[in-house]
């Protein structure tokens, strides 16, 4: 069965200071996509990142960075100088595939709130 | 074509009514999924439809919830006789049929209060 992980509940920085958001997953897909999304207090979800199981490269963009390491299933999110801007629940998701129905779904982890203080 | 759009925004019902919601997903997508979020946690799958068709319902959609999507365009959940365990945030989400890369959009959900 799929699992998606963040053993983070809540965490709370001063703005400028850096944070990682933590996720674990389990799948027995060999082929996977893995996701974060972004949900401010307004609701929608607001997606970040996108990547797939057999790319294990380290990806940046601006002040975001994620970490895919297979060996120790995880997904890990780094933002670089937190802003205030930046506070919001992230949740890690897991591709969640049906062959025969097309389905595509998402399995989500229970979500990080960021509070990034000014 | 601004992207999935879910009507209502808010929805307070008292215990037992009946209540609907509708999502607009964008055009040209012919996948469309039903999530449920509680407070507190991530979304769930509730159902999908490629097209009209529902190929797909979770054990977590009850009996006392349908789901529609009349000519594949926009699709509408219905709970039956609400709990208060109904309380939610309901997410619709798309997208199109060659998504090998899961090209999904999010809508901003209808919140549902049963009181």
């Known amino acids: 069965a799929q699992k998606v992980t963040q053993a983070q509940t809540e965490i709370s920085v001063v703005e400028k200071e850096d944070v990682t958001l933590d996720c674990v997953y389990e799948?027995?897909?060999?082929?996977?996509?893995l996701f974060w999304y972004k949900q401010p207090p307004s609701g929608e979800l607001v997606f970040l990142i996108r990547?797939?199981?057999?790319?294990?490269q380290n990806e940046i963009s601006g002040r975001y960075s994620w970490n895919f390491q297979k060996s120790t299933s995880s997904f890990n999110f780094t933002i670089t100088a937190s802003q205030v801007v930046d506070s919001a629940v992230y949740f890690c998701?897991?591709?969640?595939?049906?062959?025969?129905?097309?389905?595509?779904?998402?399995?989500f982890g229970s979500g990080t709130r960021l509070q990034v203080q000014p | 074509d601004t992207g999935v759009s879910q009507n209502p925004r808010h929805k307070i019902t008292k215990r037992g009514q009946n209540v609907t919601f509708r999502c607009d997903p964008i055009?040209?997508?012919?996948?469309l999924y039903w999530y449920r979020q509680t407070l507190g946690q991530g979304p769930e799958f509730l159902t999908y439809?490629?097209?009209?068709?529902?190929?797909?319902k979770s054990r977590l959609l009850s009996d006392r919830f349908s789901a529609e999507r009349p000519k594949g365009s926009f699709s509408t959940l219905e709970i039956q006789r609400t709990e208060q365990g109904d309380s939610a945030m309901y997410l619709c989400?798309?997208?199109?049929?060659?998504?090998?890369?899961?090209?999904?959009?999010f809508g901003s959900g209808t919140r549902l209060t049963v009181v």
């Open positions: 998701a897991l591709s969640d595939v049906r062959g025969d129905t097309g389905r595509r779904a998402l399995t």
């Open positions: 990547r797939n199981s057999f790319d294990e």
């Open positions: 439809f490629q097209n009209e068709a529902q190929l797909e």
């Open positions: 799948t027995r897909d060999t082929t996977y996509y």
């Open positions: 989400a798309s997208s199109p049929s060659r998504s090998v890369n899961y090209g999904y959009t």
């Open positions: 055009s040209e997508h012919n996948r």
